[in-house]
């Protein structure tokens, strides 16, 4: 049980154009789903954290316009990167959390590698 | 916000030896604790944690320490096998209504054959 989806699992786009990521829950139902940005040899890093039906709350220098995060259902989150330039490319991972009846654990999705050329 | 410190950054071990990774954190109120490994290209899995009111925790070969006064924790894996090579995070997780995950800086285990 608890698992994550994200598609695509790889994408190569082209500067000044936009891409968007999928992340779903699978087998459960999230309250909470949160964005985190990994560079090569670094650890993760927290993008924005989302309530379903609710706008995402952005972590300090995230820009919300090129990072447009949709929460619409309690099973899909989307993130939008807009206008991607090549310091974009990253590995983009999603969490999906239930958030009720005490579990606050954190499922992770299997990334999203994002190459900007 | 969580300030995270991670210790050592790399770490080499012979196989069948044990590795000890530290993790630091700051915010007084944070109350549960992961280890996360993570290979190369691929999610992080959580392969133990802890909550504030628990000392130790273990996991067949794995093991995690928690010192809430000093606030440190600590993963500790005996007889290391190669298969454990990978990056491992830790992750202090905040009591507030978001219940963020604040990652440390990463450790990369290698073992040695």
């Known amino acids: 049980g608890a698992v994550v989806s994200q598609h695509p699992s790889r994408v190569i786009c082209k500067s000044g154009t936009s891409v968007k990521i999928e992340c779903r829950s699978l087998?459960?139902?999230?309250?909470?789903m949160f964005w985190y940005r990994q560079f090569p040899k670094q650890s993760l890093m927290l993008m924005a954290t989302s309530n379903e039906g609710s706008k995402a709350t952005y972590e300090q220098g995230v820009e919300k316009d090129k990072f447009l995060i949709n929460h619409a259902s309690l099973t899909l989150s989307t993130l939008t990167v807009t206008s991607a330039h090549p310091e974009d490319s990253s590995f983009y991972i999603c969490?999906?959390?239930?958030?009720?009846?005490?579990?606050?654990?954190?499922?992770f999705g299997p990334g999203t590698r994002l190459t900007v050329t | 916000g969580e300030n995270v410190e991670q210790h050592p950054s790399t770490l080499s071990v012979q196989e069948g030896d044990s590795a000890v990774i530290k993790c630091t954190y700051s915010d007084s109120a944070s109350n549960y604790f992961p280890w996360y490994k993570q290979e190369l290209g691929k999610r992080p899995q959580l392969i133990i944690d802890i909550r504030s009111n628990v000392g130790e925790k273990k996991d067949q070969r794995i093991a995690v320490t928690l010192n809430k006064t000093a606030k440190h924790f600590s993963l500790h894996i005996t007889e290391t096998q190669p298969e454990d090579s990978a990056v491992y995070f830790c992750a202090p997780r905040n009591k507030g209504s978001a219940r963020q995950l604040t990652f440390g800086s990463g450790t990369q285990l290698t073992v040695l054959p």
């Open positions: 969490s999906a959390s239930p958030g009720q009846g005490g579990n606050y654990e954190q499922y």
């Open positions: 087998d459960f139902q999230a309250t909470t």
